[in-house]
Every structure is written in structure tokens, then in C-alpha cells.
């Protein structure tokens, strides 16, 4: 192999770095089955809205991926998203769950139940393909889902790499229908100049703020800066990551418009949001 082959002084691998490449191979062939063999699965997390003095509900779920792996059990995204990205792999696995998030939320909305928005994530490599809406429009058309329910979430990082070219990629999703959001907001580079030629709906703000925002003075000038930016530009401000009643009373107070977080909800598995539907969802009278 490579260690063997040319000269001593290019024989840099240490053992770990052999054994981390094989790993590397393993885990890309290993995921690379589990997409072509039903191992992979989406949970799906509800949005709640905030609105004042109204009762709180669900406007909508976010698809999350997950990994059911017959040894290694649910292997969570931070584990194969970034292998996904590095060998391309990402685009199919992107694909994927765009079309079975819309082809479930289709199949909820056809039930009557109240779903409201699905959001998928979209990786950087999915959003800068050529054949990107077209990709959106198959799903869409496959599944019958209305483009008004599906919601496309792109970090903001991605964004920003390229302001023009993805100013062109979300204009052609926007003539869609579809709604459009930055994800984790506040952790990249925003130019706030760009922002407002983006046409987006929903500024996602990263759970990173929202962690601390009870307690950190920063954190709560942070967060309220992107609500009020969010509204300036006409924007919906969802905040992510909120796990107390205290972080969730600080975003309502502050006028966010939506929340995410295992203080209303973990991710659910299809079955479970159904049923998180039905108790939704207003009772017949008898
Ligand atoms: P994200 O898009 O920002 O998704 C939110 C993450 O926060 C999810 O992690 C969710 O489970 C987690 N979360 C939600 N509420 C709370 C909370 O109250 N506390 C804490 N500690 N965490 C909370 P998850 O599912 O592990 O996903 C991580 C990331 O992986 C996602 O971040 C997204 O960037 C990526 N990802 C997930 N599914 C996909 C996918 O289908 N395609 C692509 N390209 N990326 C995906
Ligand atoms: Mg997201
Ligand atoms: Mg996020
Ligand atoms: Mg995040």
C-alpha cells in the first residue's frame, strides 16, 4: 500500500492515522449501505408558535436524520453528516430526506392533521447543485405536498460563502412557493447588506445563545438583536435549543416568534408525532 511505496520520508503515517482512513473507508461504505437498505430515518421535532395571549401550538416540525445502525444502534447526524459531506455522499442523502419529509408531511396533511411546515436541512454541496429546484419541484409534484408546507432550512455559513450565487439558488426556490430560513444565525458571517436582498422568511437563532440566555448578558443582547433584525427586515425569529420554561418566558417576552426544543418537544419518530397531533388537534364535541 501507500506505506510502503516511496521514499522514507514520506512515510508519515502513524498507526492511528492508518487506522483512522480505514475507518473512514468503513464508515463511508457502512453508510453508504444503510442509505441503499432502509437504516435511515427521520425524527421530526415541532415548532411551536409564541404568539401573545394565544394558546400555544404547533406551526410545524423540522426532519431531522437518524441512523438506526443494527450494532451501533441510533447514530446521531453530528456522527455521519460531515463524512457525508466530504465524500459527496450528502447529496443523495439530502435528496432522500427531502422526498420522504415531503411525502409523509403530504400523506399528515392529507389525514387532516395539523401539521402546518415541514423543514428540511439542506447541506452546502445540495444547496450550490445546479439541479437543486428542479430537485425541489420533483419532490414536491412526487409527493402532491403544497409548496406553502414545506419550509428549506440553509445554515447561515452557506449562505455566506458565495452572497450571489446563493442570492440566484434561493430566488429559484423561492419562485417555488417554498419558505425559506438561515439556520444557526449569529454563528457565522453575516453581511447584513445581504441579508436584506435574500429572499427569506425565517431567521433560525443558534441554540449557542439560547443556552444561556437567562443568565448571560451577552447572550440576551445577542438574541434580542436578531429578533429585532428579524423583524426589521419582515422576518419570523424562531429560536432553537430551548430546554426551560425560563428561556422559553425570555423569547416570548422579547417577541420571538417561534421556539424549538425539548422543552416542548424532542424529536419524534412519526408515530409519536402523530399521536402529539391527535391531542393537538381540536377535539370533536359529541
Ligand atoms: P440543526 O438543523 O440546527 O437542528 C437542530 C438540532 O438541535 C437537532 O440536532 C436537534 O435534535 C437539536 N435540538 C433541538 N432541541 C434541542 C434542545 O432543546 N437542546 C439541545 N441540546 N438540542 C436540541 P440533531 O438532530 O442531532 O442534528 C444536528 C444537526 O445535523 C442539525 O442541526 C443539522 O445541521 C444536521 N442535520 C440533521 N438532519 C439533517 C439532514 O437531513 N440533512 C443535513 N444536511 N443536515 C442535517
Ligand atoms: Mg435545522
Ligand atoms: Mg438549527
Ligand atoms: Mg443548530
Redesign the pocket.
Known amino acids: 500500500g501507500a506505506r510502503a511505496a516511496g521514499p522514507a520520508h514520506l512515510r508519515f503515517h502513524s498507526a492511528d492515522m492508518e487506522q483512522a482512513i480505514r475507518d473512514r473507508v468503513d464508515m463511508e461504505a457502512m453508510l453508504r449501505h444503510a442509505l441503499e437498505h432502509g437504516q435511515l430515518a ?2 421530526y ?1 415541532p415548532r411551536i408558535g409564541l404568539e401573545e395571549g394565544r394558546m400555544k401550538r404547533m406551526v410545524g416540525v ?5 441512523w438506526r445502525h443494527p450494532v451501533l444502534g441510533l447514530v ?3 456522527r455521519f ?1 460531515p463524512l ?2 466530504e465524500t459527496g455522499m ?1 447529496e443523495e ?2 435528496l432522500w ?2 422526498r420522504t ?1 415531503c411525502a409523509r408531511a403530504a400523506a399528515w396533511h392529507a389525514a387532516g392533521l395539523p401539521l402546518g411546515r415541514v423543514s ?4 452546502a454541496r ?1 444547496f450550490q447543485h445546479p439541479g437543486l429546484a428542479q430537485r425541489v419541484r420533483a419532490a414536491l409534484e412526487d409527493s402532491g405536498l403544497h409548496p406553502a408546507h414545506l419550509e428549506i ?1 440553509i ?1 447561515e455559513s452557506t449562505v455566506m460563502r458565495d452572497t450571489e450565487v446563493a442570492a440566484g439558488v434561493l430566488r429559484s426556490l423561492k419562485a417555488l412557493g417554498v419558505a425559506l430560513s438561515i ?2 444565525f449569529g454563528t457565522g458571517y453575516s453581511s447584513l447588506s445581504y441579508l436584506k436582498q435574500f429572499p427569506i422568511d425565517v431567521l ?1 437563532i ?2 449557542s445563545f ?2 444561556d440566555v437567562v443568565i448571560d448578558a451577552n447572550d440576551a443582547a445577542i438574541t434580542r438583536a436578531i429578533i429585532a433584525l428579524a423583524h426589521g427586515l419582515n422576518l419570523e425569529a424562531v429560536a ?4 426551560t420554561a425560563e428561556q422559553m418566558a425570555f423569547l416570548q417576552e422579547n417577541g420571538c416568534d417561534e421556539i ?4 416542548f418537544s ?2 419524534l419518530w412519526p408515530e409519536q408525532l402523530e399521536a402529539f397531533m391527535a391531542r393537538e388537534a381540536p377535539q370533536p364535541t359529541t
Not at 432553537?240 to 430546554?243: L, P
Not at 424549538?260 to 422543552?263: N, P, S
Open positions: 427521520l425524527q421535532q423540522e426532519a431531522l436524520v437518524r446521531p447526524p453530528a453528516i457525508a459531506e450528502i442523502l439530502d430526506v427531502l419529509a428540511v436541512n439542506l447541506s445540495q432550512e445554515t439556520d444557526d433560525k443558534d441554540r439560547v443556552k432553537e435549543g430551548v430546554e424549538q426544543g425539548f422543552y424532542r424529536p
